[in-house]
């Protein structure tokens, strides 16, 4: 991508600020894990099962930006962009999201900033997950600085079909046929109902 002088200089600002969301990435995951350990030390069992992460290139910064009609500044980078930073959790059952979100929340330095339940309120793509827009303290040499950090959460199943969807969308720049579309809500479907028929058995043999 050919870019306007001024824009590089923005984007060669961005690639310096590029650490501060790696060291919230960095500090938010090593809670996340040490939450899983202490839950499988506690009840022999553990909610999350991967972790990911990433930090948006300066490509996506600039698309976002420009989808949203703004001009390319470092301002508007950091005040109308809140996903540079990024984490899924990925569970096996859904009854592990929520547990994940309380585990979240009752970091007492962690700020929640918004939350969005698109699990019990799902996109129109069929999309469900919770996402969590969450301050992360890092401590520097000098201060304390705290870095915007998205988190979703999500159910394996849901995982692979978000990623799917990311690469279709990508694939046909945002505008995907209608077909698949459609085909990517059916999938979403059949994957609420097996989310919730696998929830069910395992709450059932947990009974025995």
Not at 88 to 108: E, H, K
Not at 117 to 146: C, F, N, Q, W
Not at 150 to 178: H, I, S
Request: net charge negative; with cysteine.
């Amino acid at each position: 991508m050919e870019l306007l002088p001024e824009i590089r200089d923005v984007m060669e600002e961005y690639k310096e600020m590029q650490f501060m969301y790696r060291s919230a990435l960095k500090t938010l995951k090593a809670r996340l894990d040490i939450l899983n350990d202490e839950f499988q030390y506690i009840h022999n069992y553990n909610p999350i099962e991967i972790i990911k992460t990433r930090v948006k290139t300066e490509e996506s910064i600039i698309r976002k930006l420009q989808m949203k009609g703004l001009s390319i500044t470092l301002e508007h980078i950091k005040r109308e962009i809140d996903d540079i930073a990024g984490v899924r959790v990925v569970c096996t059952y859904t009854s592990d999201i929520y547990r994940i979100v309380d585990m979240i929340s009752r970091q007492q330095d962690i700020e929640i900033m918004r939350v969005k339940d698109y699990y019990l309120d799902p996109k129109p793509s069929g999309y469900r997950s919770y996402h969590m827009i969450v301050a992360v303290p890092i401590y520097l040499t000098e201060r304390p600085v705290k870095v915007k950090v998205e988190v979703q959460v999500c159910t394996r199943a849901m995982d692979t079909w978000a990623n799917l969807e990311n690469k279709v969308f990508y694939q046909y720049e945002g505008q995907p046929p209608v077909h698949l579309r459609k085909e990517l809500r059916e999938c979403a479907d059949m994957i609420y109902y097996l989310d919730t028929k696998l929830l069910e058995i395992k709450e059932d043999i947990s009974e025995v």
